[in-house]
């Protein structure tokens, strides 16, 4: 018994996680800084990605600054995280990331991040986008 009144709690739980991460979503961009790196033509490597190129950045999001909900279907990608942390919300899910720790972003990314500390949280952010 005691063990059906902990997973009632425990899914109770994560429907309310899952409630309160959709009022949190962000819904504007705010304390953004990004500063381009490199950026190479794909065209010379891989002639069917002619007016696309590789372009990486180094990108920081200020305490309490956020990404609002934004889609990958043409612009694939990756995040590092250096420093801080970066709460991403995808779907009905919350990530937090901290240094060392990574996502990819595919065609069927949807999603939105925010720094919810007080310290600044930066990553290397690499994608492939039209020139």
């Known amino acids: 018994m005691k063990f059906l009144k902990t997973l009632i709690v425990t899914v109770m739980f994560g429907v309310t996680a899952m409630a309160a991460s959709a009022a949190e979503m ?7 800084t990004s500063v381009p790196l490199q950026m190479q033509s794909l065209q010379k490597q891989i ?3 002619a007016g ?3 372009r990486s950045r180094y990108v920081t999001l200020a305490p309490g600054g956020s990404v609002k909900l934004h889609s990958h279907a043409d612009r694939p990608g990756f995040l590092y995280v250096l420093e801080g942390e970066f709460t991403e919300y995808r ?3 919350v990530n937090i990331v901290k240094p060392g720790d990574s996502w990819t ?4 990314t949807i999603h939105g991040v925010k720094n ?3 310290k600044p949280a930066v990553a290397i952010v690499v994608d492939i986008v039209k020139e």
Do not use: C, F, Q
């Open 105 to 108: 972003e595919s065609g069927d």
């Open 116 to 118: 919810n500390t007080d």
């Open 52 to 54: 696309y190129v590789l």
């Open 91 to 93: 779907g009905d899910s």
């Open 26 to 32: 962000p819904t504007e961009n705010r304390g953004i």
């Open 47 to 49: 002639p069917v990605m």
